[in-house]
C-alpha cells in the first residue's frame, strides 16, 4: 500500500508569489490534515479536510488555504509570501480523522522563501 | 488553551543508557496522548498512544509511556537505547471532542553515541 505522497518535495520562490502544494493520502484514507514544520515552532496544525470539508482550521492568516478533492486528494495554497513562511509543509492522512486515529505522515514538501 | 511541551530540546546518551523524555500536557476532560518519532530522512510516524486504560502503554521498538494525571504528564521511556534512536522525538495531544487536530511538543532531539 502506497504512503502519503506529497509533491513536489522541494520549492523555492519569492517573496510575494503564491504556492500550491499537493498532497496524496493512503488510498481509503478520508481525513487529510496539513501541519508546517519549523525549527523555532515545531509542529503547527494548519487545517483538516473530510470529504471535501473543513473541519479544523489553525492559527495562521487567510493567506493559507486548502481543499480537498473528491478523491480525498487534498492541496494547500499559500498566497503572497513571505519570508517566515519558509518551512517543511507536512500532510498527514487518516480514515476518518477520529481522535482514536493513527495518522500517517507523508516526508513534506520544504519550501524556501526568498 | 490546550498545549503540550516537551522538557528537553537535545539529549545525549551513550548506547545501553536508559532514556526518559519529558512530557507534559495541558487539556481538561478526556485526553488523547501520542508520541510521534522522525527518523534522519524518514517521515514521522507512530510510537504509541494512550487514550484510556492501563496508564502504561507500550509501542513499537521497545519503547513505553506512563500517562500519569495528577502530574499532566505522559513521559516516554525506554531501558537501553540503542545508536538506530537517534531521531527526534514528538509528544502530542488531541484537543478533545470535536477537534481534529493534533497539538505537537517543540520535539525533542536525541542523539545516541556508539
Known amino acids: 500500500k502506497a504512503g502519503v505522497t506529497q509533491t513536489p518535495r522541494y520549492l523555492i520562490k519569492t517573496r510575494g508569489q503564491q504556492v500550491t502544494l499537493s498532497c496524496s493520502p493512503i488510498?481509503?484514507?478520508?481525513?487529510v490534515s496539513w501541519y508546517q514544520q519549523t525549527p523555532g515552532q515545531g509542529l503547527q496544525f494548519l487545517f483538516e479536510?473530510?470529504?471535501?470539508?473543513?473541519?479544523n482550521k489553525g492559527n495562521f492568516p487567510g493567506r493559507f488555504s486548502g481543499r480537498q478533492f473528491s478523491n480525498s486528494r487534498s492541496e494547500m495554497n499559500v498566497s503572497t509570501l513571505e519570508l517566515g513562511d519558509s518551512a517543511l509543509y507536512l500532510c498527514?492522512?487518516?480514515?476518518?480523522?477520529?481522535?482514536?486515529?493513527?495518522?500517517?505522515f507523508g516526508s513534506g514538501t520544504q519550501l524556501s522563501v526568498l | 488553551a490546550q498545549s503540550v511541551s516537551q522538557h528537553n530540546h537535545h539529549v545525549i546518551l551513550s548506547e545501553a543508557a536508559s532514556l526518559e523524555l519529558g512530557c507534559n500536557y495541558s487539556?481538561?476532560?478526556?485526553?488523547?496522548l501520542f508520541w510521534y518519532v522522525q527518523y534522519p530522512g524518514q517521515h514521522l510516524q507512530l510510537l504509541l498512544k494512550?487514550?484510556?486504560?492501563?496508564?502504561l502503554v507500550k509501542g513499537i521498538k521497545g519503547f513505553e509511556a506512563e500517562f500519569i494525571k495528577s502530574k499532566f504528564s505522559f513521559n516516554l521511556r525506554k531501558p537501553s537505547v540503542q545508536w538506530s534512536d537517534t531521531a527526534e522525538y514528538f509528544c502530542a495531544g488531541h484537543s478533545g471532542a470535536g477537534s481534529y487536530q493534533l497539538t505537537f511538543g517543540k520535539g525533542t532531539k536525541l542523539s545516541v553515541i556508539p
Open positions: 479536510y473530510f470529504s471535501e470539508t473543513q473541519r
Open positions: 487539556y481538561g476532560g478526556t485526553v488523547n
Open positions: 488510498s481509503g484514507h478520508r481525513s
Open positions: 498527514a492522512s487518516s480514515y476518518t480523522g477520529q481522535l482514536n486515529e493513527k495518522l500517517f
Open positions: 494512550y487514550f484510556s486504560g492501563d496508564p
